[in-house]
């Protein structure tokens, strides 16, 4: 990791930078499979796969009894602590839900807001190395609990702990499509197929890049993707190895993984910088891990405020609070995904198991976008009634401002029913 | 309009079809503005307001005294008018505000959430024949309840009621620019406007594709835009000439609005359509209404259950329910941004005065988003903090999820802790 210290604050923006993502050169490429997809369906859905994947695909929906054989051949461990995630998952994300509340705005005028699930949604879930089982949770879970009637989920991993996740949350239907090709189905169906109204999950540059071009076309998606990334904020009250561990845990996502620690100790700096080294060695992924910090920087600053201030123009998606008064410091977030508070919790607490989303905005996205919630699922639709003698308290002051926008027809809307009300 | 009777359930989506509105064509010139802007700041800002407003600015940003001679010039009536919509729209979204609530998830896991507003945020409002400063009263003060620290608004115009409304809602500083280089300045900043983290409001089919553009380098928008619309659902209960007038609120708006009537009631059909007649020669925007009323439709079905399908289908900005058992038929509501119950709440409440927000999603859009709220002007950050007893419990779930996905850093910043926590 790169050291610097006490940078003069006119730097931090160029110091903070991130990796610029452009998948500008892969649209023409992307937006041809997704033609393809919407005009010729499930053919060449296959073709795509035969193409990408090197799979040859039957079948593309999974059939039922493929979840049996899943949950019979997954270790009773690994089912206990994804259904005690999941239990988490729920409680927090139950919380959320919202009841209609009828505000009355002047006497006769009623107006209220109901969530309401989005109809179709669909899941995404990348294949690769590591089967993302847990992102099923964090977006298979708030789409139950907000009534969505159909929660799709393409995927061209069929790990037996994606299909026992899958069948846990409830998600209506699975098929083993990966890639632009999926999100091509969901966004315009196929014959096999549901087109959905918002698509949700990771996924490469290809797939971050048909999100972002179908979303043009009017389907919805969870949020712009970007690499993952947490920064620590630590003072010498942290523990350098465990503060280690959350960068290590970061930088094994991927080489482009972003790493910042911020700290206001000289000490820390050193500590963490030794205890980083002995982690490392003993990783698996060592190589992706050992890629990802060398883009990665640990700064020292003169106090906590300067810290705070530096985190928050950085925007992380990812926050750990390692320092005394972690409650006070924490009120002083203003850009961040998720928050973590304290020595004994770390993000993998988040990303697996706490009960939060691990959908996060990354690339600074913070300053303007939330994470994965309930919200996510929902629609908030407004409802108004107004009654005969309401409409004469409030009909005036609409038939001013109508007129003042030059719409006469709005103003004779209220007008003829004032005129017929007397 | 066009009138259909009984149509056939596989007709539907053919029927309720909108105009394709497509930017694309525009993308490379808007793209040359948004990139000249972010490169030359003001000095092109200037050149553009010349070059298509026809207005040689010498400030971009309005000045103080201004403001109050708005103040002294508008007519006290539509002042109090202003005031008593501001009031009512003050009440429903402060009503949506949100208290951060600690769930004990397991013990020694607490998880929150806690909405912040986004520091900076841009409001657009576009010149033209109308002065649209309701749309001000809408962004604004939900704006300012989120804690908003910096509201910015663009608008060529200038108009005293836009002045007015800007100062009484908390507006921090107005710029007299519009179209695709208020967009630019406000995404990018430039020596004089300053650069924002989301920008909301109308504008016309540059200024969408601006919007878009931005966007898509990590500029959040409000949502995607499209021609307005109103659907009117009504049965023999409703009264004829309320619900002329509505259609006509809606077509009156521009030659591409969109306007759909939905009855069981044949007599509703010839009424509506004789009162449509009668009100629409009296208007002063009767070419607008009348060649927006060419593409519209009127639909007789068999019953209430089917209109309400239908009506789903479709997905309404605007929803009127002029029928009987007006708050059942709502309950069955699934896809519309505002709803209006009865035969007194016409559209133009919501559109002005009644406290809901009149910036919804248009197209078909309800069947995913929502209209805007106080939810679009922050970001709600989750928290969470754990116990080393927590951790204890919470520990085993995490370490076994994250071997399971081959994430062994992940389970080791765990790991390390629980070693150290004996």
Partial sequence: MQTIKFPDKATWNTLLQRPVMDTTALEAKVEAILRDVQ?????????????FDKVQLTDLEVKPEAFA???????PALKAAIRQAARNITTFHKAQQEKPQIIETMPGVQCWRKPVGIEKVGLYIPGGSAPLFSTILMLGIPATIAGCKEIVLCTPSLHPAILYTAQLVGISR????GGVQAIGAMAYG?????????????????VTCAKQLVNKRGVAIDMPAGPSEVAVLADESCVPAFVAADLLSQ??????????????SEKVLADVEKALQAQLDKLPRKSIATAALDNSKMILVQDIDTAMEMLNTYAPEHLI???RNELNVADKVTNAGSVFLGNYTPESAGD???GTNHTLPTNGYATAYS??????????????QITPQGLQQIGPTIEAMAAAEGLDAHKNAVTVRLQSNN
Same sequence: chains 1, 2.
């Fill in 39 to 51: 005009e010729n369906g499930d053919q060449v859905v296959k073709k795509y796969a035969a193409e």
């Fill in 352 to 354: 697996y198991a706490s």
């Fill in 321 to 323: 609070l390692a320092c």
């Fill in 69 to 75: 054989a899943a949950e019979a051949a997954l270790e």
């Fill in 174 to 177: 699975v098929f083993t499509i």
């Fill in 190 to 206: 196929t014959e096999t197929v549901p087109r959905v109204y918002k698509i949700f999950g990771p996924g490469n540059q290809y």
């Fill in 371 to 384: 994470g994965v919630s309930l919200d996510s699922f929902v629609k908030k639709i407004t409802f108004q």
């Fill in 251 to 264: 930088a094994e996502h991927g080489p482009d993984s972003q790493v910042v620690l911020v700290t206001t």
